[in-house]
């Protein structure tokens, strides 16, 4: 990888990356990272996964950002689609965990308002440590219960639709503050509405998708845009690692 912004001569080998991609010191509540690939025309999937979109560069990447994490929160449908189960590093990533004083595992935070994830699946048995699962008062009983005799840990984040501003707190509450967002676009598009979006790194690879892909992030109303600004820019062969953060003028709520 070559960084282009701040522009600095010469390769960005792994200590420098993770450096890059460091989270704030002394964080004192949660420190909200989103991580998405797309094509050069916006698509967020081929055939209906991201992985199709993905390369070397953006894997290493995305080993990195889960390494740095605390915390790695996604919706259900990308869970399930993407086959989520629980988060493993490479030694390289374990002992950069250690160096940084975090725990050896991660747990994994997924959303769903209706409590529709299999129990049985990966995402909650195959994990060192519980899958947190948030979900609503209105989701059926017996979902919840189901999950968490399965071993999740289940929380209620709202009635009716899962409230992404009581995500955050709860996830405050237990010091989890270097939150990992992985998607899907509705979960994006429920932060960016609640305006609790600190960081956004995206990959851009160089194909042209077209089809009915989406974009990273959608919503069922159009907030006010979220202002970002460049904090740095890698390439590597032909691929753009971007990496946005808040905008000093942008409130957190």
Request: aromatic share 4%; with cysteine.
């Amino acid at each position: 990888m070559h960084r282009l912004w701040p522009a600095r001569a010469g390769e960005v080998d792994a200590g420098a990356l993770a450096e890059l991609y460091a989270y704030p010191e002394f964080l004192d509540r949660p420190h909200v990272r989103v991580n998405f690939v797309s094509s050069v025309d916006g698509a967020v999937t081929v055939a209906g996964r991201a992985g199709g979109l993905s390369n070397e560069a953006d894997q290493v990447l995305f080993a990195l950002l889960r390494a740095l994490s605390q915390v790695l929160l996604v919706g259900a449908a990308t869970a399930r689609v993407e086959g989520y189960r629980g988060v493993r590093f490479t030694p390289a990533n374990a002992a950069l965990r250690r160096r940084l004083g975090l725990a050896p595992h991660s747990p994994i935070a997924v959303v769903s308002g209706s409590a529709a994830i299999d129990p049985n699946s990966g995402l909650i048995t195959d994990t060192a440590t519980p899958t947190i699962v948030f979900t609503t008062a209105d989701a059926p009983a017996a979902r919840r219960d189901a999950l968490a005799a399965a071993g999740a840990d289940v929380v209620i984040a709202g009635k009716s639709r899962v409230d992404p501003t009581l995500i955050v707190a709860e996830l405050g509450e237990r010091r989890l503050h270097r939150v990992l967002c992985e998607g899907g676009p509705r979960l994006l598009g429920d932060l960016v509405m609640a305006g609790l979006v600190d960081e956004l790194c995206l990959t851009i690879t160089p194909m042209l998708v077209a089809g009915p892909a989406g974009r990273i992030a959608h919503g069922l109303a159009e907030p006010a845009p979220l202002g970002l600004h460049l904090a740095s820019a890698l390439h590597d062969n032909g691929t753009l690692l971007l990496r946005y953060l808040r905008s000093a003028e942008a409130t957190h709520p």
